[in-house]
């Protein structure tokens, strides 16, 4: 049986290696009929991934992913149905790759204290877009420091290796809050990551406080054993279970593009919320300030 759904994807607009249109030719062969586009803090690649789609004959759900962190543990969120268009959207995703920019070339220079040549302007060309890790970790391969982009991130640039910068310090109730300022529908990608399955339902009620109307539960190498464990909690919850790939391209995560079964219910109950939210003005959000400069 093929694989119709997709809800988690990466292009060249973030730290995918495809453009977004080389990404929909791939969804196509792979069978699928409903994509979503979720790049880091950016939805540039949307308006070509909708061209594609349409030739195609792809359903493509405007999304992105927000990367922040609980304790300095990772922690993203989703956002579907998202009003890519929205000005005041655009000026904070705006601010959120400014600050990737500088935090990226800080890592450099780490790096480079370390003895290791790699440059800043190369990483910037690498990455084309959104500038994430996973573009040093390129330069980091290309230049031979290392063999793998997991090995870069395990020596040198996850959350404990030495080159290491956070982010701008956003909470994840703060990328629910934008989101939802968006007219999008926020769920939170990946939920066993770093901090943990327990952390998270500690700190639920905010979340749904916040806007929180999914849980990403049939997600790229998650075992049936753990997507039922998610899926327990989401039905719980009365909260929508979303899944995908997290396709970046090979190397980068081990689920291709379309590899993991997503019910088509997932795609239903997004589209059901989304229509109960049309025409309502969404509320405003401000960015908190940074708390230290990424
Ligand atoms: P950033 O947004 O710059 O902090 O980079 C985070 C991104 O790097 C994640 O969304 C993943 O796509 C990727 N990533 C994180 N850890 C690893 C790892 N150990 N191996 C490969 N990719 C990773
Ligand atoms: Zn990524
Ligand atoms: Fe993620
Ligand atoms: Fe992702």
């Known amino acids: 049986m093929t694989n119709r759904v ?3 994807t990466h292009s060249t607009a973030s730290d995918g290696l495809f453009a977004p249109s080389e990404l929909l030719q791939q969804a196509k062969a792979a069978g699928l009929e409903v994509q979503a586009l979720t790049d880091h ?4 690649g949307i308006p070509e991934a909708l061209t594609a789609a349409r030739q195609l004959g792809i ?9 922040t962190d609980i304790d300095g543990n990772e922690v993203h969120v989703l956002g579907y149905f998202i009003d890519y268009q929205q000005t005041a959207l655009q000026q904070k995703l705006q601010v959120l790759r400014d600050s990737r920019l500088r935090r990226g070339e800080r890592m450099v220079e780490n790096l480079n ?3 290791i040549a790699i440059r800043w302007e190369r990483v910037r060309e690498i990455a084309q877009g959104s500038v994430g890790r996973p573009h040093i970790a390129k330069a980091l391969l290309e230049q031979g420091y290392v063999k793998s982009i997991p090995e870069a991130f395990d020596k040198y640039i996850s959350s404990n290796s030495p080159a290491y910068v956070a982010r701008y310090k956003l909470e994840p109730e703060h990328a629910i809050r934008l989101i939802v300022s968006a007219g999008g529908l926020p769920v939170l990608a990946h939920p066993l990551a770093h901090p943990g399955l327990a952390t998270i339902q500690q700190r639920f009620p905010q979340m749904h406080e916040a806007g929180l109307v999914g ?4 997600y790229g190498p998650y075992t049936p054993e753990q997507v039922q464990t998610i899926k327990t909690f989401a039905d719980e919850h009365d909260l929508i279970a979303t899944g995908g790939s997290d396709y970046h391209g090979p190397g980068i995560h081990p689920t291709p593009l379309g590899g993991r079964y997503v019910p088509y219910e997932a795609v239903e109950r997004l589209k059901a919320a989304k229509a109960q939210r049309q025409g309502l003005t969404p509320p405003p959000f401000e960015l908190p300030s940074p708390t230290r400069e990424a």
């Open 215 to 218: 849980l990403e539960t049939y």
């Open 59 to 67: 359903e493509l759900i405007p999304g992105i992913e927000i990367n």
């Open 113 to 115: 204290k370390m003895g």
């Open 6 to 8: 997709d809800l988690h």
């Open 41 to 44: 803090d950016t939805t540039n």
